[in-house]
């Protein structure tokens, strides 16, 4: 099947960091992909893997389901951490989801986690009726390319498939229950004006995880897709930062603990 383009997965060879990237619900890498530049630009071992059913046609979308794209990223923290010193998670959105998943799910290998405008529930009245809708009708209107910034596109479906939907909505009730098993330290950037998710997500997510290290951000510029936005290289640059601080921290550490 072919491949939007733009939407191509990423990888990048480079030292013993390796940072995981993970896309939204109906997007793609394309998305992610100035984030992995950077990061790549710095030295990091990046992985960005297309989701099952993205990056190509709604219809394709339709035959998968959470399951699926969360394996998907497992297997991509599965490559990094047998190749990598030190891995980090960051995602976008149901991106962020996976990411906390994935943090809840795998403890120490990973060391910390940056979420960009992470999604907990499905929010309004339709999602009490995704059960039985997804049998009646197949799509619904696409949450593509919130963006403040003009002339910006994101690379992503006009349709949601309602099946796909039903899916993540089980996830995310899922995944909640599960939040206080996160406790990697944590970098939160939400933008403050979302047409796609509720600040009240990323509220709901810092009520919930057990982390102590935690930096929570306000992106006054941008929209849903932040990581195309106004204030993509401030999201750049503070995850680098975090990361980079971090480390320094594990080192630090370790040369603590050897000296003694």
């Known amino acids: 099947m072919q491949v939007l383009p733009g939407a191509e ?19 793609s890498p394309q998305s992610m992909r100035p984030w992995a530049d950077f990061l790549a630009g710095r030295g990091y071992t990046v992985s960005l893997p297309l989701l099952p059913g993205h990056g190509t046609r709604w219809q394709d979308m339709q035959l998968t389901g959470w399951q699926d794209w969360y394996a998907e990223v497992d297997r991509g923290l599965r490559g990094l951490t047998a190749r990598c010193r030190q891995v980090f998670v960051c ?38 009726a995704l ?8 799509t619904t209107k696409g949450l593509a390319s919130d963006i403040a ?13 309602l099946h796909a939907a039903h899916s993540l909505r089980r996830f995310l009730r899922l995944l909640d229950a599960e939040l206080p098993q ?14 796609v998710v509720s600040p009240a997500d990323s509220a709901r997510i810092l009520s919930r995880v057990s982390s102590t290290d935690v930096t929570e951000t ?4 941008s929209y849903h897709v932040a990581t195309l936005d106004y204030d993509a290289e401030r999201i750049f640059q503070d995850s680098h930062d975090f ?16 000296g003694g």
């Not at 306000?218 to 510029?221: A, F, G, I, S, V």
């Open 91 to 128: 995602g976008l959105s149901m991106g962020g989801a996976l990411t906390l998943r994935l943090a809840a799910k795998h403890g120490d290998e990973i060391s910390g986690i940056v979420v960009v405008n992470p999604v907990n529930r499905v929010h309004g009245l339709s999602a009490y």
């Open 131 to 138: 059960p039985v809708a997804r049998h009646l009708v197949r």
């Open 182 to 195: 996160v406790t990697q330290p944590l970098l939160l950037l939400h933008s403050a004006r979302d047409h």
């Open 218 to 221: 306000l992106l006054e510029r």
């Open 9 to 27: 997965p990423f990888h990048h060879e480079g030292g013993d960091i390796g940072v995981l990237l993970c896309h939204g619900f109906t997007g």
């Open 149 to 161: 910034k003009g002339g910006v596109q994101e690379a992503a479906y006009d349709r949601v498939p």
């Open 243 to 258: 990361i980079g601080r971090l480390v320094a921290d594990g080192t630090q550490r370790e040369g603590t603990a050897t």
